[in-house]
């Protein structure tokens, strides 16, 4: 049963495609472009399959037969399945419309030679979903941020419905930088435990580093401000509309100190109520180096692999 039937449909250049993405965030099957004439097989399909929110884009993209004529007839289309349905209409001005297109060089999908025609025509076309929409919201002096953060509060089930996700991960600097990360913290300013036989075939799960790294007085501190910092930046992304942020830590090989200070810093930042999940880049190359010679290393406890885990 689809619990939510949501067509979204507005000016070109308004935001539909803004809205779909934050729509898919609030766990919304969305639907770019649909053929009117497919509407009824479609909604047919999303029931069988039991997807409980659905949006679907309709516009004048395809002025033609099969596709977006004529806004009453594809009313009376929508008003004779047996489904409730709500109206998303994203509408704004002209002046900004047009100089949207000016800036994208892209052609308005009615236009003739005159951006200025082909909106009075599509207004036209779209005034009989204008006038049924349940929600109207105009861009005009919106940013996108801004037009995510209209449509979650008034979509979204509960306001913690997708909750910033900050991705904590460790790597190896020799094997490369991870290209993803927004922030990265070079922890190759502690001491090695590489350089400690006893500690060199354990990693940063292990209780042994672990301990090494913790009597490292600059490690505490270092980790204690960059969760400081990371919390007040991680307001500011959740005020920006950011799905989530990616933290890394990197060390020589991966292996000892970014291990240990991606795990430190995980659990300090769920401390204060963060969503977190931490990976290990590196680790199942070690494990699998330490497996290929474990006969000659009698007494390393054996490496915990890759993993990811929240």
């Not at 090695?192 to 009597?215: A, C, M, T």
């Not at 990976?279 to 180096?289: C, G, K, P, V």
Request: glycine share 6%; proline share 5%.
């Amino acid at each position: 049963m689809i619990r939510r039937l949501l067509i979204i449909t507005g000016m070109s250049g308004s935001g539909k495609s803004i809205a779909v993405k934050a729509l898919e965030d609030l766990g919304f099957f969305c639907v770019d472009n649909l053929p009117v004439v497919m509407l009824p097989q479609f909604l047919s399909l999303v029931k069988e399959q039991e997807i409980e929110q659905v949006a679907v884009v309709i516009d004048v993209r395809l002025h033609q037969p099969g596709f977006f004529e004529d806004g009453d007839a594809v009313l009376t289309m929508l008003n004779k399945q047996e489904q409730s349905f709500q109206i998303l209409f994203l509408d704004c001005d002209d002046h900004t419309l047009s100089r949207r297109y000016a800036e994208s060089r892209r052609p308005h999908p009615l236009s003739e030679g005159s951006i200025a025609g082909g909106l009075s025509r599509e207004r036209e076309l779209l005034a009989p979903f204008r006038g049924a929409a349940n929600l109207l919201v105009d861009t005009s002096q919106l940013v996108p941020h801004e037009l995510r953060q209209r449509l979650r509060e008034h979509f979204s089930i509960t306001p913690m419905q997708a909750p910033l996700q900050v991705n904590v991960m460790s790597f190896g600097f020799k094997y490369g930088a991870p290209l993803d990360a927004h922030f990265t913290f070079d922890m190759r300013f502690l001491p090695n435990p590489y350089w400690d036989k006893s500690l060199r075939h354990f990693n940063g799960l292990d209780q042994p580093v672990i301990e090494f790294l913790e009597k490292q007085p600059e490690a505490l501190t270092f980790i204690d401000n960059t969760v400081m910092t990371m919390t007040h930046l991680l307001e500011c992304f959740q005020k920006a509309d950011r799905a989530f942020v990616t933290v890394a830590f990197g060390c020589t090989g991966g292996q000892h100190r970014s291990v240990f200070a991606s795990e430190t810093f995980a659990r300090k930042l769920r401390e204060v109520g963060a969503n977190v999940v931490v990976s290990h880049r590196e680790l199942s190359r070690y494990h699998n180096q330490v497996s290929a010679s474990s006969s000659s290393i009698p007494s390393a406890k054996p490496l915990k692999g890759s993993h990811v885990k929240k």
